[in-house]
């Protein structure tokens, strides 16, 4: 099983840039989909990014469309997920998940292994 660990978080201004990276674990890394997932202060979890087996297949949630960027490197068993102009609407706890399947998905409820997330705070 592919279990992903987060790093990179941490205390940003409004319109600066930063980069999550995803850590995982397992040999099959490279047949899995994986996503970014957040949670803001009494908010529910929600989607932000996936990307597929296939590098060129993302999706992204319209909030973060044309600012975040996910990206997969299958050698190093790392999802990336750059994230440009930053607001501080984005400010949340960010998750990576794995899900053992090639195609990507926008429900949690479809990814099988998640990690301990990461704090990102924009100060305005």
């Known amino acids: 099983q592919v279990r992903p660990v987060e790093s990179g978080g941490g205390l940003v201004q409004a319109g600066d840039s930063m980069r999550l990276s995803c850590a995982a674990s397992?040999?099959?890394?490279?047949?899995?989909?994986m996503g970014w997932f957040r949670q803001a202060p009494g908010k529910e979890r929600e989607f932000v990014a996936a990307?597929?087996?296939?590098?060129?297949?993302?999706d992204y949630a319209d909030s973060v469309k044309g600012r975040f960027t996910i990206s997969r490197d299958n050698a190093k068993n790392t999802v990336y997920l750059q994230m440009n102009s930053l607001k501080p609407e984005d400010t949340a706890v960010y998750y990576c998940?794995?899900?053992?399947?090639?195609?990507?998905?926008?429900?949690?409820?479809?990814?099988?292994?998640w990690g301990q997330g990461t704090q990102v705070t924009v100060s305005s």
């Open positions: 998940a794995a899900r053992s399947s090639p195609l990507l998905s926008r429900y949690s409820s479809a990814y099988d292994s």
């Open positions: 397992g040999r099959l890394f490279s047949t899995y989909a």
């Open positions: 990307i597929g087996e296939i590098p060129r297949d993302t």
